[in-house]
């Protein structure tokens, strides 16, 4: 089925813009740029959302997608959600990097290729290592911990809070992934940003 390009949605009025992003479940602020507004119905095509996603049915599929995405080693192991680990006394997040396993560019490009082939965008890994790096360095990045879940389990994961590019009085974003604490290896992820909700609500957890 043919879906439109950025461009073709930027030549569409804001009203256009916005009923069509409201059809489909998808909330606006009130004050996007029509560049935004453009951007968001792109996604919302590509990601096939043709329908609201406001009912009882698939709010349960939403959570299970989140759930499936920390079953691991064919169901053998089956990770806690990081924000469950928040009242972890006993076992805190750390903001120290050193247990961090090394992660390679390479590991690191060849996850977000996969996602990318789930989306249609196959080798985006190095312009969105790019772009991440950007906000990196541009002090966007914020509050990165590490937590090992347990000695008994071979992954871990890191979190951190990213500021918007455009709006910093916005709430930050929350992304976090799971890494193979032998390889360094990237084994999921997952964002609070728009096309981290558009993924979960179309069943496309973040999983290479």
Same mark, same amino acid.
């Given at each position: 089925?043919?879906?439109? !390009?950025?461009?073709e949605f930027l ?8 009923? #069509?992003? $409201? !059809?489909r *479940?998808?909330?606006?602020d009130? +004050?996007?740029?029509?560049k935004?507004? =453009?951007e968001?119905?792109f996604?919302?095509e590509k990601? *096939?959302?043709?329908?609201k #996603?406001?009912?009882?049915? %698939? %709010?349960q599929d939403?959570?299970l997608? $989140?759930s499936d ?10 990770l &806690?959600?990081?924000?469950?680990l928040?009242?972890?006394?006993h076992?805190p997040?750390?903001?120290?990097l050193?247990?961090l396993?090394?992660?390679?560019r =390479? !590991?690191?490009?060849?996850?977000i290729?996969s996602? @990318?082939?789930k ?10 290592? @790019?772009? *991440? /790096?950007g906000l #990196?360095l541009?002090g966007h990045?914020k ?6 879940i347990?000695?008994?389990?071979n992954?871990?994961?890191?979190? %951190?809070k990213?500021l &918007?590019q455009?709006?910093?009085? /916005?709430a &930050?974003? +929350? &992304?976090?992934i799971?890494?193979?604490?032998s390889n360094?290896s990237?084994?999921? =992820?997952e964002?609070?940003?728009i096309?981290?909700?558009w993924? $979960?609500a %179309?069943?496309?957890p973040? /999983?290479g």
């Amino acid at each position: 089925m043919y879906k439109r !390009q950025i461009t073709e949605f930027l030549g569409e009025t804001k009203h256009y813009l916005r009923t #069509f992003l $409201r !059809q489909r *479940g998808v909330t606006t602020d009130g +004050h996007e740029t029509q560049k935004e507004l =453009a951007e968001k119905c792109f996604w919302t095509e590509k990601l *096939g959302l043709g329908r609201k #996603f406001s009912d009882d049915e %698939a %709010a349960q599929d939403i959570l299970l997608a $989140r759930s499936d995405k920390l079953i691991l080693d064919g169901g053998l192991v089956k990770l &806690p959600r990081p924000e469950s680990l928040a009242g972890a006394a006993h076992n805190p997040w750390e903001d120290t990097l050193a247990s961090l396993p090394d992660v390679s560019r =390479a !590991q690191m490009e060849a996850y977000i290729n996969s996602v @990318g082939r789930k989306l249609g965008c196959p080798n985006s890994g190095g312009k969105t290592l @790019g772009l *991440g /790096k950007g906000l #990196f360095l541009s002090g966007h990045v914020k509050d990165v911990q590490f937590h090992g879940i347990s000695p008994n389990i071979n992954y871990c994961f890191l979190r %951190a809070k990213v500021l &918007p590019q455009t709006k910093n009085n /916005k709430a &930050p974003y +929350h &992304p976090w992934i799971v890494l193979n604490k032998s390889n360094g290896s990237v084994i999921t =992820a997952e964002c609070s940003c728009i096309v981290g909700s558009w993924m $979960r609500a %179309a069943g496309l957890p973040m /999983k290479g």
